[in-house]
């Protein structure tokens, strides 16, 4: 390994984003996150890559949080410019065309759980730990935490999780929708590329515009996120990829997506 903050080796359309910081549990400095924005603006255009997952190096961290030595001396103005940053790489995650995978190999505490829930699915090790602690260092939760655990585990769970600042674990996390799956962490990273390969295996168009309508239309009430969804719907039959599709179940054999 080198001393690189975030190490990003690309196979098979896959893209593997690995959080690099062992010695501080691959905590999330300015510079971590700046590099995390640069890499998701790529992966949008780069047509190596189909689907990208995060993982944390180590077998202990996934994400141990914002750095905190980094934070400790903060300004308000400092620390919510710092909030901001880590507001819009989530977004960028989040915006990505591409579905994005957690590999949640240890710790996801603060703003590890945060990228976590910036990404699309979360897969979980045995060891995994997730929570937002932040109470415990007389903060909030400042990438996202308190509005998106709301929106995927409801606001009883995410007020519990986030008022008590207690950690759950795996099993917890899987019970309460936080985690997609949770398997042993020597199956981490092998299960997150099944499921990356299952994902490339359809129309990434399809894939795209699947991810795109959930994304958008959660922000939208029910007529308007019906609405969009037809729209994109409608914009499928454009493609190659839906003539395919049809065409190909049609004649009982698998079909052949390009993507186009
Ligand atoms: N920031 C900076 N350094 C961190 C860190 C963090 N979030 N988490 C761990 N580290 C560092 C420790 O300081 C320690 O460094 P040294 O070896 O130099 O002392 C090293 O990682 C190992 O940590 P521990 O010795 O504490 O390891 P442990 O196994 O005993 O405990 C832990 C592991 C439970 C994850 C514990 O380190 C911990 O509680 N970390 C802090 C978790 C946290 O509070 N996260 C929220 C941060 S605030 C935030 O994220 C705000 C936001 O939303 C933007």
Known sequence: MT???????????????TLNRPKAMNALNEITLLELQDAFISFATNNEVEVIIVTGNGEKAFVAGADIAAMQSLTALKARQFAKLGHQVMRHIEACPKP???AVNGFALGGGCELALGCDIRIASENACFGQPEVNLGVIPGFGGTQRLARLIGKGRAMELILTGNMIDSDEAYRIGLANKV????QLLDTAKKMASVIISKGAYAVGMAKEAIRN?????????????????GLCFTTSDQKEGMQAFLDKRPAKFTGK
């Open 3 to 17: 001393d690189k903050n975030l190490l990003i080796e690309i196979e098979d359309k896959i893209a593997i984003v």
């Open 100 to 102: 994005v995978i957690a």
């Open 183 to 186: 398997v042993p962490l020597e």
């Open 217 to 233: 239309g959660l922000e939208l009430d029910l007529d308007r996120a019906n609405q969009y969804e037809a729209e994109l719907f």
